[in-house]
């Protein structure tokens, strides 16, 4: 079976017994991880790396889909919004363009992160992130053209404040260009996607009767941020216990970042309010994911 050599025979690897190989005992649902406990011992975390764990949690709600939701229940049309009061045409424009910049800028982070990644655990789960994200960018923007929307970066210039853009250029800078690689973690899987989460459920929510195809494509992407946000929470969790004095830089890091996606999320608020939405709700859920994060993190969320 093994072949003999100049150098003697060949010796057949020594191989653990499968009794003796750890098993990861956390199941790793974006949920579980966003709203439980990530207390337990790292290793125990493992099925968030995996990518066949990554394939069949995303089965179970993108079966049966396309681009993020059922055919039986297609998002409104351009005609269709047409026999509906603006707000609600406006309302609905400004959440997916304000997500498909976010989008942008997670799946250009991700890539680079993806790159550049510490160990092979790490670079594996956010090569599904990478995916992830190339899906969430295509989803928002086939939802924008079924709205007859044809110019997707004039439709963002018209919906996203300059602030959202001065942040992917932060983003880009930390990630690309200085190699940050905690830096990025903290703003693309908390700050960013972390707060999003907020305003996602808010619309979500809030399309499911109006607009049940545009809420279920908001449902399927939130099933992925948290599975994001619960990586991002792990891994640093893992990398303060590695690095102890290193927990400053984190939670300066994280507040200045969250901070300034808050009040990119307050200028969304305000806007969604000229249109006659009223999104205070979705600012209340921002600020608690951000005051849940440094938490769970066990990090000072005084005055947030």
């Known amino acids: ?23 990861p005992q956390v199941a790793a649902s974006g949920t579980e991880l966003v709203h439980g406990d990530i207390e337990a011992p790292l290793d125990q975390y493992g099925k968030l790396y995996e990518y066949q764990h990554w394939r069949d949690y995303t089965e179970r709600f993108l079966a049966d889909t396309s681009y993020g939701y059922h055919p039986n229940t297609p998002p409104l049309t351009q005609e269709q919004f047409r026999e509906l009061p603006s707000e609600i045409f406006h309302a609905v424009a400004g959440a997916i363009a304000g997500g498909l910049k976010g989008e942008k800028i997670a799946l250009e982070c991700s890539a680079f992160l993806c790159a550049h990644a510490p160990d092979d655990q790490t670079r594996t789960f956010l090569a599904t992130q990478v995916a992830d994200e190339a899906r969430h960018v295509e989803v928002f923007s086939k939802r924008l053209y079924r709205m007859g929307f044809t110019d997707l970066d004039a439709t963002m210039k018209k919906y996203v404040g300059e602030r959202m853009y001065d942040f992917h250029e932060h983003m880009r800078q930390r990630v ?70 290193k927990a400053g830089y984190v939670h300066e890091t994280l507040s200045m970042l969250s901070q300034e996606m808050v009040g990119i999320f307050e200028e969304n608020a305000k806007n969604m309010g000229d249109l006659g939405v009223n999104a205070n709700e979705a600012m209340k859920r921002v600020k608690r994911y951000h005051r849940s994060h440094l938490k769970r993190l066990g990090l000072d969320a005084t005055g947030i």
């Not at 093994?2 to 653990?16: M, R, V, Y």
């Not at 990025?184 to 929510?205: D, K, M, P, T």
């Not at 494509?217 to 929470?233: A, K, P, S, Y």
């Open 1 to 23: 079976m093994f072949a003999k050599t100049e150098e003697g025979p060949a010796i057949a690897p020594s191989l653990p017994e499968v009794d003796h190989l750890p098993e």
């Open 176 to 245: 690309c260009e200085t190699r940050d690689f905690v830096g990025g973690v903290i703003g693309q899987n908390l700050a960013l996607e972390g707060l999003a989460l907020g305003f996602f459920e808010f619309y979500a929510s809030l399309l499911k009767d109006i607009d049940p195809g545009t809420s279920q494509i908001l449902d399927t992407v939130l099933q992925d941020e948290r599975r994001h946000v619960g990586f991002g929470l792990v891994n640093l969790r893992g990398f303060m216990e590695k690095e102890p004095d």
